[in-house]
């Protein structure tokens, strides 16, 4: 089986390695790079007995493998090579350089890329984030992406059900262990053995069976209600919730160490509001599936609207306008009619503003947000230097200010 090598610093991009390729700055080298630290012919790669090696070819700066030097190594899925200023990473041809849903947003599909690896490990992954943004959908396309994804994908919503329902879904029972249990009865942990159990609604789950839900991910085992043997488990857990986790440990609702069990990788989907660049393909797909035309006049209003319900609450307008005004243009007069006023806008956004200042930020984002602050405060709000200073387009300084919540008019410099 040939391997593909993909460079780090352009995601979603790979070339086939054949018999042999040698990256070099030299124009003739196989695999040419531009780069002053990469020598003209620096590595070659080649199968020895279906065995991919890398040897280096007396480099100036030498070829590391996986931050090791090397002179010459066998090399196998996953490794990093490091040739100069440049890193590649070896693939193989059925390994996706491409998250399954993109965003036209930077700041959202940064996130999104940066889950093509992640998808592929067993490491739980917790998504955080207001309610309506597509956490489920989000969690399909991990599982679509994972090595998983010729087993099952099972989801449980953990508010949906009782304490003791609950336990029964996600452990089994066995016949007789409480009334109207009058049958053995497998739960989701061992319905989604090989492949993937999303925990949506996470934060509601009874403080009780946090306890045995985070013995059954540290030992990889469940016990069934009424049972007194313990089942091995076979699964890799997403969870998601539109509460404040941190709030909730500090209230003393939900435990700590099933919040770090939980929280290896973190991914927080935007509100629509702070994704308007995906509107038009959001709608145009829900429109598609229900048969609905909407005129420019009408689209054009819909973007004015905050959307406090998200991606949800959109779909929802959709199809409520397929019942309502079925092989018909929906125009402008129809709009006030099709969106529901019943939920007041600013209370709705009140919650949510107040939900997304306490949700804990993914460190990577924290320290974003610090360099940005921190430079707008140097230069008074300026946000054209800012923006050369930080290495940015104006443009994407202007999406990360809408992301996390920064009022530019704090740091400009008042009259005197």
Partial sequence: MNYLIKPLSSPGVAIVISDFMTIGSDKNCQYPVSSPDVSDRHTRLEYRDGVLFAKDMRSLNGTFLNNEKIS????????????????FQIVTPDEKTQFPLQSKNIIWNEELNSLVHGSRSDFPILMLGSSGTGKEVLAKAIHESSRRNQGPLVCVNCSALTETLVES????????????????????FESARGGT????????????????????????????????????????ILAATHKNLAEKINQGSFRLDLYYRLNVIQVSPPDLAHRMEDFD???????????VRFSFSALSELKKYKWPGNIR????????????????????????????????????????????????????????????????????????????????????????????????????????
């Fill in 72 to 87: 010459e190594s066998p090399l196998q899925f996953g490794d990093i090579l490091r040739i100069g200023d440049l890193e």
């Fill in 169 to 188: 879904e996600l452990f089994g029972h066995i016949k007789g262990s409480f009334t109207g249990a009058i049958a053995d009865r497998k739960g989701a």
């Fill in 197 to 236: 159990l999303f925990l949506d609604e996470i934060g509601d789950l009874p403080y009780s069976i946090q306890a045995k839900l985070l013995r059954a991910l540290e030992n990889s085992e469940i016990r069934p209600v009424g049972s007194d043997r313990t089942i091995q488990t076979d699964v890799r």
């Fill in 281 to 291: 393909m959001l709608i145009g797909e829900f429109c598609k599936n229900f048969r």
């Fill in 313 to 416: 609450e959109l779909k929802n307008l959709v199809s409520r306008a397929s019942a309502l005004y079925p092989h018909q243009l929906i125009d402008e007069v129809h709009i006030h009619r099709l969106l529901d006023k019943s939920v007041s806008e600013s209370s709705l956004e009140g919650d949510l503003s107040s939900q997304r200042n306490g949700q804990q930020l993914p460190i990577i984002k924290e320290i974003e947000k610090q360099m940005i602050v921190k430079r707008l405060t140097a230069n008074k709000g300026n946000q054209k230097l800012t923006a050369i200073e930080l290495g940015m387009p104006k443009s994407t300084l202007h999406d990360r200010l809408k992301y996390y919540n920064i009022d530019v008019t704090h740091f400009k410099q008042k009259p005197a």
